[in-house]
């Protein structure tokens, strides 16, 4: 909401020197959020002057220009920039006469842009100033000619101000209106909490005595407005008032375009202005319409399935049985609370209007602006709660306005119809307020805080019954008002408590696990990403599973996406999905990972089929299992990609490229951070390269996979031909560790190394014999490493030489040669009896 400071002035004291700091600060003090200021951002000389002559002067670009004398002073009287009082000025436009008054920045003047304006030579002349547009001047958008006053009905002396005649030197501060506070999308309302901030007078615009109009048999207006799927009624009342008599064709007057135009409003026709004004002032969304062209009555309805309707902007609509209508006997002229029709517009040629100002159900107006895309300034207020007294007030301000400026003649009553809606009284025990807020407030500030946002109260027993204004809507319960009263008191009263949490509190296990992981693989040089959870089967299908075969997915009902409605049982997309979209902005060397849940359904499960409670009580033990069961296991999966270089090319050192080894080591490093034995052997993945894949496994069990992409599938992705990517069940590595890792204490004796080479059948996994020699090693084995494999001269062509490096060492002695090779020779031992291994000559 925007607020211009002179309508703001009105309805509230200001004090002389006010700047928009001051009132924005005021009205965060009252929980209104700051947003931003908005100015015409025009400073002068700035002028009113009159044509006293031009000449029209061909150019050789076919354009033609007048050379202008203006008087911008009075006759003998030096002007605001220090110059003459007649000025000569090159003009493009053509649409001034002589004699007419205008709008002339002189030199030293800035318009909006910024635009300084400098005497300048120009087609042959030395131009001294501009005559400005209205778009120029930030007034609208009209930039066919220059500004006539006469168009705005404004009769200036020649060198008057013109900034302070158009309201060029008013500001508005911006505020940001959250749902619950739909009354401060009005001055009446903001001007409402200004008082409360600051202890100024407010005087109240809706309750002026002008506005007070008796009701009688207005314009005949009846309700069939019940929703056929909810029952709600949609319409609570709707007020009329007839202006008979205006004058159309005046225009809008500079005071009114500048308060429009500062409140982010475009200024259409004095008419339409006029509704529009009204509405920010008083929050009362207003319509008008041509009474000419209604044909009869006014009935509010439900749309009819495949109604249509022309709207103001010119789309025809499609209407839903739930959209509510203002219709005539010609059919729908209007979608209530929404935006009106075409057909009944007011024009130029309007004469005769019938004002509306209505009470909607939020709920129904919230539902159609969102359902036609179609937001609007009315249905902005409408769904947050309008104040359901004050239509009547609304369309006798209207037809003040329309009188004044428009010249017409109000009808003698207005017509109403239904009945407002009264709020509901609250009990406020005594004592209440302050045990939940944590402040000692006495009964007379409660009272009186409660008095001062409109409240009325009356004594009860053991406390008060509270009957909230009829402009908030939000407040409901006794919670509501406890903090009204903190809100007006002041927040500062409220003591700035550190709380202190319960014993026992804090982190898991498992969540501290996860951050560990995270920490290592971002200490690793790996960044962290959260990719979009939704997938299309054919992703699911390729990563999701080691083998050919869909693969069993969650379908969303309502995706986000067409394109990708399941939800993901793999964290790789996403991963290949953020590369692709940062190698194409040319970063090409990349290590990402992402934590994530995945989504893994059962087969033949009906997932999401339960149906919801009411949510008019809490759910039963029963419902919440039922709801439970309902919903698939989501394991938390970890998962890592490389592409490009690991280390790039500088001086003294070569370009080490990407590559599964690097995934490995990613996955080393989760192991590391969980405390558990990841066994890498070789494995398969239809996503994968043959002969560069890992199954990674705990105990026997296959938790994921690391390897390359096979070179298809990474340019499918538009990704290099080496991409190494790794995925694991993170959840299982948690649950397959101790449930606390314990430390090792550094042995101090000295360690015992030796060397073992073996042949073995060249098909055997490296890694299946090294943990065979470890397990025969026993105890007194500290570290194994696999350093050679050779396959060549002196090895037979179906076998391997695999040599480890072995470092043997006790707790409580020095090792002798001989128990550190009679440990050896038990680890070879078992590497012989599983796989046929022999100690190579």
Same mark, same amino acid.
């Given at each position: 909401?925007?607020?211009?400071?002179?309508?703001?002035?009105?309805?509230?004291?200001?004090?002389?020197?006010?700047?928009?700091?001051?009132?924005?600060?005021?009205?965060?003090?009252?929980?209104?959020?700051?947003?931003?200021?908005?100015?015409?951002?025009?400073?002068?000389?700035?002028?009113?002057?009159?044509?006293?002559?031009?000449?029209?002067?061909?150019?050789?670009?076919?354009?033609?220009?007048?050379?202008?004398?203006?008087?911008?002073?009075?006759?003998?009287?030096?002007?605001?920039?220090?110059?003459?009082?007649?000025?000569?000025?090159?003009?493009?436009?053509?649409?001034?006469?002589?004699?007419?008054?205008?709008?002339?920045?002189?030199?030293?003047?800035?318009?909006?842009?910024?635009?300084?304006?400098?005497?300048?030579?120009?087609?042959?002349?030395?131009?001294?100033?501009?005559?400005?547009?209205?778009?120029?001047?930030?007034?609208?958008?009209?930039?066919?000619?220059?500004?006539?006053?006469?168009?705005?009905?404004?009769?200036?002396?020649?060198?008057?101000?013109?900034?302070?005649?158009?309201?060029?030197?008013?500001?508005?501060?911006?505020?940001?209106?959250?749902?619950?506070?739909?009354?401060?999308?009005?001055?009446?309302?903001?001007?409402?909490?200004?008082?409360?901030?600051?202890?100024?007078?407010?005087?109240?615009?809706?309750?002026?005595?002008?506005?007070?109009?008796?009701?009688?048999?207005?314009?005949?207006?009846?309700?069939?407005?019940?929703?056929?799927?909810?029952?709600?009624?949609?319409?609570?009342?709707?007020?009329?008032?007839?202006?008979?008599?205006?004058?159309?064709?005046?225009?809008?007057?500079?005071?009114?375009?500048?308060?429009?135009?500062?409140?982010?409003?475009?200024?259409?026709?004095?008419?339409?202005?006029?509704?529009?004004?009204?509405?920010?002032?008083?929050?009362?969304?207003?319509?008008?319409?041509?009474?000419?062209?209604?044909?009869?009555?006014?009935?509010?309805?439900?749309?009819?399935?495949?109604?249509?309707?022309?709207?103001?902007?010119?789309? &025809?609509?499609?209407?839903? *049985?739930?959209? !509510?209508?203002?219709?005539?006997? +010609?059919? #729908?002229?209007?979608? @209530? /609370?929404?935006?009106?029709?075409?057909?009944?517009?007011?024009?130029?040629?309007?004469?005769?209007?019938?004002?509306?100002?209505?009470?909607?159900?939020?709920?129904?107006?919230?539902?159609?602006?969102?359902?036609?895309?179609?937001?609007?300034?009315?249905?902005?207020?409408?769904?947050?709660?309008?104040?359901?007294?004050?239509?009547?007030?609304?369309?006798?301000?209207?037809?003040?306005?329309?009188?004044?400026?428009?010249?017409?003649?109000?009808?003698?009553?207005?017509?109403?119809?239904?009945?407002?809606?009264?709020?509901?009284?609250?009990?406020?025990?005594?004592?209440?307020?302050?045990?939940?807020?944590?402040?000692?407030? &006495?009964?007379?500030?409660? *009272?009186?805080? !409660?008095?001062?946002?409109?409240? +009325?109260? #009356?004594?009860?027993? @053991? /406390?008060?019954?509270?009957?909230?204004?009829?402009?908030?809507?939000?407040?409901?319960?006794?919670?509501?008002?406890?903090?009204?009263?903190?809100?007006?008191?002041?927040?500062?009263?409220?003591?700035?408590?550190?709380?202190?949490?319960?014993?026992?509190?804090?982190?898991?296990?498992?969540?501290?696990?996860?951050?560990?992981?995270?920490?290592?693989?971002?200490?690793?040089?790996?960044?962290?990403?959260?990719?979009?959870?939704?997938?299309?089967?054919?992703?699911?299908?390729?990563?999701?599973?080691?083998?050919?075969?869909?693969?069993?997915?969650?379908?969303?009902?309502?995706?986000?996406?067409?394109?990708?409605?399941?939800?993901?049982?793999?964290?790789?997309?996403?991963?290949?999905?953020?590369?692709?979209?940062?190698?194409?902005?040319?970063?090409?060397?990349?290590?990402?990972?992402?934590?994530?849940?995945?989504?893994?359904?059962?087969?033949?499960?009906?997932?999401?089929?339960?149906?919801?409670?009411?949510?008019?009580?809490?759910?039963?033990?029963?419902?919440?299992?039922?709801?439970?069961?309902?919903?698939?296991?989501?394991?938390?999966?970890?998962?890592?990609?490389?592409?490009?270089?690991?280390?790039?090319?500088?001086?003294?050192?070569?370009?080490?490229?990407?590559?599964?080894?690097?995934?490995?080591?990613?996955?080393?490093?989760?192991?590391?951070?969980?405390?558990?034995?990841?066994?890498?052997?070789?494995?398969?993945?239809?996503?994968?390269?043959?002969?560069?894949?890992?199954?990674?496994?705990?105990?026997?069990?296959?938790?994921?996979?690391?390897?390359?992409?096979?070179?298809?599938?990474?340019?499918?992705?538009?990704?290099?031909?080496?991409?190494?990517?790794?995925?694991?069940?993170?959840?299982?590595?948690?649950?397959?560790?101790?449930?606390?890792?314990?430390?090792?204490?550094?042995?101090?004796?000295?360690?015992?190394?030796?060397?073992?080479?073996?042949?073995?059948?060249?098909?055997?996994?490296?890694?299946?014999?090294?943990?065979?020699?470890?397990?025969?090693?026993?105890?007194?084995?500290?570290?194994?490493?696999?350093?050679?494999?050779?396959?060549?001269?002196?090895?037979?062509?179906?076998?391997?030489?695999?040599?480890?490096?072995?470092?043997?060492?006790?707790?409580?002695?020095?090792?002798?040669?001989?128990?550190?090779?009679?440990?050896?020779?038990?680890?070879?031992?078992?590497?012989?009896?599983?796989?046929?291994?022999?100690?190579?000559?």
């Amino acid at each position: 909401m925007r607020v211009p400071l002179s309508w703001l002035a009105e309805y509230v004291d200001l004090a002389p020197g006010t700047t928009t700091e001051n009132v924005h600060a005021a009205l965060v003090s009252v929980g209104l959020e700051e947003e931003d200021v908005h100015t015409f951002d025009v400073t002068g000389p700035v002028v009113v002057g009159e044509v006293l002559e031009f000449v029209e002067e061909p150019q050789k670009n076919g354009k033609t220009i007048r050379w202008c004398q203006v008087r911008v002073a009075p006759d003998g009287e030096t002007a605001a920039d220090g110059g003459p009082s007649v000025h000569g000025i090159v003009c493009g436009a053509d649409n001034f006469y002589v004699g007419d008054k205008v709008v002339v920045t002189l030199p030293g003047a800035v318009l909006p842009g910024p635009f300084p304006i400098a005497a300048r030579k120009t087609y042959g002349h030395v131009s001294d100033g501009m005559i400005a547009s209205t778009r120029e001047l930030g007034l609208g958008d009209e930039h066919d000619g220059i500004l006539r006053l006469s168009t705005l009905g404004v009769d200036a002396e020649v060198g008057t101000d013109a900034i302070a005649l158009l309201g060029l030197d008013d500001a508005a501060v911006e505020i940001n209106v959250t749902p619950d506070r739909g009354y401060a999308f009005s001055i009446r309302g903001v001007a409402r909490e200004y008082s409360h901030a600051t202890g100024a007078a407010f005087r109240d615009p809706a309750t002026r005595p002008e506005l007070d109009t008796p009701i009688g048999d207005g314009f005949p207006v009846a309700f069939d407005d019940r929703d056929p799927i909810r029952g709600q009624q949609g319409v609570r009342l709707f007020s009329t008032r007839i202006v008979r008599g205006v004058d159309a064709s005046r225009p809008t007057p500079p005071w009114m375009v500048s308060r429009l135009k500062l409140a982010g409003i475009r200024s259409i026709s004095l008419l339409v202005d006029i509704t529009n004004y009204v509405m920010l002032e008083l929050g009362q969304p207003m319509h008008g319409y041509d009474l000419d062209k209604l044909t009869g009555g006014i009935v509010v309805r439900r749309a009819v399935p495949t109604e249509t309707i022309e709207t103001l902007d010119g789309q &025809t609509r499609t209407l839903d *049985r739930e959209d !509510l209508l203002i219709t005539d006997g +010609s059919g #729908a002229i209007g979608i @209530g /609370g929404v935006m009106g029709g075409a057909l009944t517009e007011m024009s130029e040629t309007t004469t005769n209007v019938l004002i509306e100002a209505a009470n909607f159900d939020p709920v129904s107006i919230a539902r159609t602006a969102r359902r036609h895309k179609l937001p609007s300034e009315a249905s902005r207020r409408f769904e947050r709660g309008v104040d359901p007294v004050i239509a009547t007030a609304a369309t006798a301000r209207v037809a003040e306005l329309l009188v004044s400026l428009a010249g017409g003649t109000a009808d003698a009553v207005a017509g109403l119809v239904g009945d407002p809606a009264t709020p509901e009284p609250i009990e406020l025990p005594t004592g209440y307020v302050s045990t939940l807020i944590g402040v000692d407030y &006495t009964d007379d500030e409660i *009272r009186n805080s !409660l008095q001062e946002i409109g409240a +009325s109260t #009356a004594d009860a027993d @053991g /406390g008060l019954l509270v009957t909230p204004p009829t402009w908030r809507p939000d407040i409901t319960d006794k919670s509501d008002l406890a903090e009204e009263v903190a809100r007006i008191v002041g927040y500062d009263r409220i003591p700035s408590v550190l709380p202190v949490a319960p014993a026992g509190r804090g982190l898991t296990r498992e969540q501290r696990i996860r951050r560990t992981v995270a920490d290592s693989l971002a200490a690793a040089g790996s960044t962290e990403i959260v990719a979009f959870p939704f997938l299309p089967a054919a992703a699911n299908d390729l990563y999701g599973s080691p083998v050919d075969g869909p693969v069993a997915a969650v379908k969303v009902a309502n995706a986000l996406d067409a394109s990708a409605p399941f939800l993901r049982t793999t964290l790789l997309p996403g991963l290949i999905e953020a590369a692709r979209r940062n190698l194409s902005r040319g970063l090409v060397d990349l290590s990402l990972f992402e934590i994530g849940l995945v989504f893994t359904p059962e087969a033949g499960v009906a997932y999401g089929s339960a149906e919801l409670p009411s949510g008019v009580e809490r759910p039963s033990a029963e419902q919440l299992a039922v709801l439970n069961a309902g919903i698939p296991p989501q394991p938390r999966h970890a998962a890592v990609l490389f592409l490009g270089n690991t280390i790039a090319k500088q001086p003294g050192q070569p370009v080490v490229a990407s590559g599964i080894a690097d995934a490995l080591d990613a996955v080393k490093r989760i192991a590391w951070a969980t405390g558990a034995e990841i066994d890498v052997v070789q494995g398969s993945h239809k996503a994968l390269h043959p002969g560069r894949t890992a199954e990674l496994r705990i105990g026997g069990t296959v938790i994921g996979y690391a390897g390359e992409l096979l070179p298809t599938v990474a340019a499918e992705a538009d990704l290099p031909r080496v991409v190494a990517v790794a995925e694991l069940d993170l959840d299982a590595l948690i649950a397959a560790t101790a449930a606390e890792l314990q430390a090792r204490p550094i042995r101090a004796l000295p360690a015992a190394t030796q060397d073992l080479s073996i042949v073995v059948p060249r098909t055997t996994p490296a890694a299946a014999v090294l943990t065979a020699v470890r397990e025969g090693a026993g105890d007194l084995l500290e570290d194994i490493r696999l350093v050679d494999d050779y396959r060549g001269q002196g090895i037979d062509a179906e076998a391997k030489s695999l040599t480890f490096a072995l470092r043997f060492r006790a707790d409580d002695r020095t090792l002798t040669a001989a128990e550190a090779s009679d440990a050896k020779l038990a680890g070879y031992a078992l590497a012989a009896e599983r796989f046929g291994a022999v100690i190579r000559d």
